[in-house]
């Protein structure tokens, strides 16, 4: 019988060294990944500054994806966040990821991390859009609508001058998913891309 309880105590304690292990796996994850995806952005604008093309901006070795824009919102203290590639879950588990194949370049990002920012977002709030050669594009935010996933639309017109940002909704939700989102819609602000292309 003792035998049998020491027994249940080590599968017990080995038990939770293991979870504590993937408590401590997933830790470490949410800790590094933030800075090795802003690592990779650094690398990646050096090597643009540099005309110099590597191979690979992947922010750690088995990535599937690589940083391509940084999105700063001025009026929501200054944040920003850093957009990768390769449209999964996986990679939205890091930051949120571009859809550049579409009518309008898309950002798509987690409710509860990345864009939880984007419940304090307004029309007329600035968006700046900056691309891997260090090249700034300022939006404005035009439009917030809530729709379900089936019912996303765009207005027509010029593909590069509009943008869009996707997540779920609602903000506080309990439960994961759910088939309606927050879009933001967002046009490039004219005055501010003519001044900047006249000081180029």
Not at 60 to 85: C, H, K, Y
């Amino acid at each position: 019988m003792r035998t049998i309880i020491l027994a249940l105590a080590l599968a017990a304690a080995l038990a939770g060294v293991m979870q504590l292990g993937q408590a401590a796996l997933h830790w470490a994850k949410a800790w590094a990944a933030p800075v090795l995806i802003e690592h990779a952005w650094v690398r990646l604008q050096n090597d643009r500054a540099a005309r110099s093309e590597p191979a690979s901006y992947r922010p750690w070795p088995w990535a599937d994806t690589e940083p391509v824009a940084r999105l700063s919102f001025p009026t929501l203290n200054g944040q920003d966040r850093i957009a990768l590639s390769d449209p999964s879950a996986r990679s939205m588990a890091f930051g949120p990821v571009l859809i550049d194949g579409g009518p309008v370049p898309a950002f798509f990002g987690h409710r509860d991390t990345h864009f939880q920012l984007l419940q304090n977002i307004g029309v007329g709030d600035p968006i700046d859009w900056e691309a891997p050669d260090g090249t700034i594009q300022r939006y404005r935010v035009t439009d917030t609508a809530i729709r379900h996933h089936h019912d996303i639309t765009v207005p027509n017109g010029p593909d590069s001058a509009r943008m869009v940002l996707v997540t779920c909704w609602p903000f506080d939700a309990w439960e994961v998913g759910g088939p309606m989102r927050f879009v933001v819609l967002a046009e490039r602000d004219e005055a501010s891309y003519a001044a900047m292309s006249a000081s180029e």
